[in-house]
T-cell receptor
Framework: GQQVMQIPQYQHVQEGEDFTTYCNSS?????IQWYKQRPGGHPVFLIQ???SGEVKKQKRLTFQFGEAKKNSSLHITATQTTDVGTYFC???????????WGLGTSLAVNP | DTGVSQNPRHKITKRGQNVTFRCDPI?????LYWYRQTLGQGPEFLTY????????KSRLLSDRFSAERPKGSFSTLEIQRTEQGDSAMYLC????????????FGAGTRLSVL
């Protein structure tokens, strides 16, 4: 069945450093979504990517969808302590199927 | 508040007791999901509904778990004969299938089984 791998599992950075998490699928995706979960909170939708090679930006966050629509990345420039949390990708293989979630990348930021 | 609402926020129960959680989704959303999450892990899919139909149930889910969405609006998740391993955060999310299933989560119900 559909599987999605997310790496790394954990990342510890100094404030001001960049951070990237990757999401990889074995099959071509219909779309991919990214969510953020703060410690003690619930997942909150960040963005959705649909088109091959798509790049979207939200302030310091850059989201990219691979040309083959099998992988995606989330890059944070100059991390801040407010970026702390777990970042999940969730993929949809199409045909009205439910989302499949990655295991998440937990980001810790040292002030 | 027009977001996803879950009740109760916390539940402490003794092993062997039954518990029931409620989720009220965003009103126009036709899909409703139940997830379980333990510390340091991602959301673990339990089941989901499209309108009142239960479309999928995780194979990892024991027969002690049952969910309903009788009128296609709110949903309940019942756990019978609770075990300590059931202690977790139970998250509900709703979505609009036609909007590529972007999920909006409730704050969750934290279950502690003593």
């Amino acid at each position: 069945g559909q599987q999605v791998m997310q790496i790394p599992q954990y990342q510890h950075v100094q404030e001001g450093e960049d951070f990237t998490t990757y999401c990889n699928s074995s099959t071509t995706l219909s779309n991919i979504q990214w969510y953020k979960q703060r410690p003690g909170g619930h997942p909150v939708f960040l963005i959705q990517l649909v088109k091959s090679g798509e790049v979207k930006k939200q302030k310091r966050l850059t989201f990219q969808f691979g040309e083959a629509k099998k992988n995606s990345s989330l890059h944070i420039t100059a991390t801040q302590t407010t970026d702390v949390g777990t970042y999940f990708c969730a993929v949809n293989a199409g045909n009205n199927r439910k989302l499949i979630w990655g295991l998440g990348t937990s980001l810790a930021v040292n002030p | 508040d027009t977001g996803v609402s879950q009740n109760p926020r916390h539940k402490i129960t003794k092993r062997g007791q039954n518990v029931t959680f409620r989720c009220d989704p965003i009103s126009e959303h036709n899909r409703l999901y139940w997830y379980r999450q333990t510390l340091g892990q991602g959301p673990e899919f339990l089941t989901y509904f499209q309108n009142e139909a239960q479309l999928e149930k995780s194979r990892l889910l024991s027969d002690r778990f049952s969910a309903e969405r009788p009128k296609g609006s709110f949903s309940t998740l019942e756990i019978q004969r609770t075990e300590q391993g059931d202690s977790a955060m139970y998250l509900c999310a709703s979505s609009l299938a036609e909007a590529l299933d972007i999920q909006y989560f409730g704050a969750g119900t934290r279950l502690s089984v003593l």
